[in-house]
């Protein structure tokens, strides 16, 4: 198993130094095809009942177009400076930008998206919902903090629970985790199932070590908050990816995050999700 095309999901009009670096060398790594998509959504598209003066609508379309050809100028400067080529499609798209780039994620093996800063506007017009991106990609999505400048995988922490997601998060890092330097497996247990963990980490550690992938092991009694907890072994253990189950929840057509996926998404390293 590898992966054999990377799908770059830009956002025009921001920084796109972190994820053009870290999809360029996912595909390096993997002798790969590279897509690079950057969509943008009309304005009057987000406006609902409210009409949009024409003023605004003949900016936004000319906005978009020069969102769209600096996104593509710069990361083609990024692929040409690491010696790379890419498949690029920009333009503008009616339809929610979660839902365009996960139709896209049909055509890849994984997707990579970029985290915006901590408490900073969403703006639905440049930047994909990441929540239903991940619960709709039906691919593994690698989420790369915007302001990133390095992309490593040496160091990979694998978020164990035994559950349907966090099976499907581990085979779907198989590529990865085959490649990496080393290789943690961490389960944050509550009081009375600690010896339950060990047993499954163990499974699963075993299971990696017939693909070729040799882990440490670890299980932990709960003393916090999961995701806080969790971090904290991440920034430990030096972890350039955590590998883990996206955990949410459909409700009145939108979906949403249980609490340690979200704290995933709004943390400072890259992380690989499934669902």
């Known amino acids: 198993m590898t992966y054999r095309v990377v799908m770059a999901a830009l956002s025009p009009g921001r920084d796109c130094q972190g994820i053009a670096g870290a999809a360029i060398a996912l595909a390096r790594q993997f002798d790969a095809m590279l897509l690079a998509r950057a969509y943008c959504r009309p304005i009057h598209c987000i406006c609902g009942d409210y009409s949009v003066p024409a003023a605004l609508f003949q900016e936004d379309r000319r906005q978009i177009e020069r969102h769209l050809k600096a996104s593509e100028a710069d990361f083609r400067a990024i692929a040409a400076k690491n010696d790379h080529t890419a498949d690029w499609q920009g333009e503008s798209s009616t339809e929610p930008l979660s839902e365009r780039l996960a139709r896209e994620s049909a055509a890849a093996d994984i997707v990579v998206a970029s985290v915006p800063k901590i408490d900073e506007p969403h703006d639905a017009t440049r930047q994909p919902d990441l929540c239903e991106l991940v619960m709709q990609a039906g691919r593994p999505v690698m989420l790369v903090p915007e302001a990133s400048r390095t992309a490593k995988f040496e160091r990979i922490l ?36 600690h010896a339950a963990a060990w047993q499954s980490v163990a499974r699963v550690s075993r299971w990696l070590a017939r693909h070729g992938i040799t882990a440490e092991e670890k299980v932990v009694a709960a003393e916090m908050a999961n995701a806080s907890q969790l971090s904290g072994l991440a920034q430990t253990y030096d972890a350039d990816v955590i590998v883990a189950g996206a955990y949410g929840h459909n409700r009145q057509g939108r979906w949403t995050l249980g609490g340690i996926t979200s704290e995933l998404l709004s943390g400072g390293r890259c992380v690989l999700l499934s669902h």
């Open 158 to 193: 694998v978020a164990w629970k035994d559950t349907r997601e966090a099976r499907r998060a581990v085979c779907d890092a198989l590529p990865l985790l085959s490649k990496a330097r080393n290789v943690l497996i961490v389960q944050i247990h509550a009081a009375d199932e």
